[in-house]
């Protein structure tokens, strides 16, 4: 979970570099000449425009009622194999949803293989990643990437990765620049040691987790799940409003356009209020129960704990001020834009 | 010192410090009189984590034995720190407020949590010796 002190591996983070094993998260090959209409299918977000050597950025699998059923990246590899990759919990669960939609819909040159156990990913963020790069050999093309660019086959530590991503999931777009390498088990270590020793510090999943929530990054299965529409949890990335192909869409459009009751924010506490809130938690205003917290951590940014959660839609302004429940004590908490720093 | 402990378990390795007594709830207590100076061991702040909030009573607080007296926080979970005799809250560290992680740094140290005077004279025998402690330490780690 950590390495001893998850606020100096989340700092390290934010000014420095860390390097993080997030081999726990689910890779899939898909590979066939259905891949591009299987997906177009399958996920919320339109692919048209979708081009080889990227990422998509996180896209939903949707239930046919418009809930989430996971937040997932594809990789366009080639025009007849893209990888996948899925949030831990749901490994085998994403993949039997992706086997019953290519019978739903009639597949049939598509093939999805779990190659999780086989490979290991490994994540090196922060402003002074491309050092870290460097010092691990890669080239200049690998330290070049644009974000959600990837580049297969990639050299680095003297071996061939199956490929360097410019991505991460830490708040590269605002603060670090990460990149991830996804490869055999025995490189990844190497490059996991190779690493620290070029100055990156270990870091583990609780800075990961404060990482994510200071960029307002949602947790499929605690920030939303199939019983949240994209709409209430205000989740637009991956989502092509008005994309009608894939399962789920329909749904997602008639939310959008009867409106939906709760909505999905992200808030602060009041500076010096290190309390945290947790996943749970009641939110109030005044007297008046309006919703619940679903992440809460200790923001090593802000010095003082910060969450997300769900407030009904006629009490979320930013800048709004609502009480958050904590262990029996209301703590006063300020609705504020994602990131929260 | 010479006579501390360390326990080493697959798990970690927990320093319990000579001269002190211990509770079943993980905190370590001085006896001075009828003052109790009381914190929490370093198995425990090894197993909260990194602490980032306290929660301290009032100086001149009435307290009863086994009530929950401090709220600690950490990165990773809540816990409470339990008085081990009624009596009432004399002195509080109030630097913990500023930094919390004291307690992490230096548990038996800096990183003391408060001090309260029993209302009558104190049986030291209902808390563990350190060789004791180590024990449950051991135990708990299997």
Known sequence: MDYGNPVEEHLSTRTSVSVFDVSHMGRYVVKGGDVYDFF???????????????????????????GIKDDIMLYYLRDDEWLVVVNAPNVVKDREWLLNLKERFGFTDIEIEDITKETVLVAIQGPKAPEVMESLGATSEVKNMKILEFIPEAEILGSQATLISRSGWTGEEVRSYGFEVWTSIEHGAKIFREAVKAGAKPAGLIARDSLRLEMGYLLSGVDMDESTNPIEVRYWLPLTLGKTECVGCEAVMKKYEEGVEKVR???????????????????????NEIGYVTSGVYSPMLKRGIGMGYVKATHAYVGYKLQVEIRGKLHEAKILEFPLI | MSGDIVVKTKLGEYLIKEGLLYTETDEWIKVEGETITMGITDYAQKKLKYIVNVELPEQGAKVSKGEAVVTLESVKSVADVYSPVDGEVVEVNEELLDSPDLINKDPYGKGWVLKIKS???????QFLTPSAYAEKVKKEEQ
């Open chain 1, 40 to 66: 177009q299918k399958a996920v919320s977000k339109d692919l048209r425009k979708f081009r080889q050597g990227t990422m998509s950025g996180p896209v939903l699998l949707l239930n046919d009622a418009g």
């Open chain 1, 265 to 287: 924010i992200g808030f602060k506490l009041k500076k010096g209020d290190r309390s945290i809130p947790r996943h749970g938690n009641k939110i109030y205003a005044g007297s």
């Open chain 2, 119 to 125: 209302s009558s004279s104190i049986d030291t025998s």
